[in-house]
């Protein structure tokens, strides 16, 4: 079983060399500490970032440079600084390869919550809704399931929808998932998961061929 910078590591290996990389927040923004030195890869903040680089050490942070969730961040040599139109200029006209979010909820067809539980307050849904209308590749950083222990990989999903039919991939502490037509595909299972062990956490169609390798971290 993973935990999240396990999570994130393992979503590292989907980011290829010359990506433009959006960062959503929580065990997302953990996934630029893991990129490979071997590749050059450019993370985005529609606050307005080109160019972030991994989180500051303790004691190195600047208060002034931070990322959409508000963390302290470090940039990367030409990282470059602008206004909120021209970083959702470049989301919306599709010039971000690899979108990676957090999720309360995914549904087998790829609809995703992830911004609103009716009953409590929130502040909007920020820039989730233009990053899931225009990302072409959206993959999902989660737990499997709630601390009641309650699948959050949905037949159908049960809170106020970000996004419909846009994820294209899921990495949980369990497992890695392909959303197809058919439903959640299981392409790999976590160190030490068994296939029974996510059968039991999903409650979304599981589609399950031949053998299933255990996860390369």
Request: proline share 4%; aromatic share 6%.
């Amino acid at each position: 079983m993973l935990d999240k910078n396990g999570i994130a590591k393992r979503i590292a290996r989907e980011v290829k060399d010359g990506y433009y990389v959006n960062l959503g927040i929580g065990i997302p923004t953990l996934v630029a500490n893991f990129v490979r030195d071997d590749i050059s890869v450019e993370f985005q903040s529609e606050n307005g970032v080109l160019g972030m680089g991994p989180f500051p050490f303790e004691g190195d942070e600047d208060a002034d440079i931070i990322n959409a969730g508000k963390q302290t961040i470090t940039t990367l040599p030409g990282a470059s600084f602008f206004d909120s139109a021209l970083s959702f200029g470049m989301i919306r006209g599709k010039h971000v390869d690899l979108t990676i979010l957090g999720a309360m909820e995914v549904a087998e067809n790829g609809d995703i919550a992830n911004w609103k539980i009716p009953g409590k307050m929130v502040k909007g849904m920020g820039g989730a809704m233009d990053l899931v209308a225009s990302a072409e590749n959206i993959i999902v950083a989660m737990m499997h399931t709630n601390r009641a222990g309650e699948s959050k990989l949905l037949k159908r999903c049960t809170l106020p929808l970000t996004g419909v039919g846009c994820v294209k991939k899921i990495v949980t502490n369990l497992a890695v998932l392909e959303v197809t037509s058919e439903g959640f595909k299981l392409l790999e299972r976590a160190p030490g998961v068994t296939v029974d062990d996510i059968v039991n956490a999903t409650e979304g169609k599981l589609i399950v061929e031949k053998e299933i390798p255990e996860m390369k971290i």
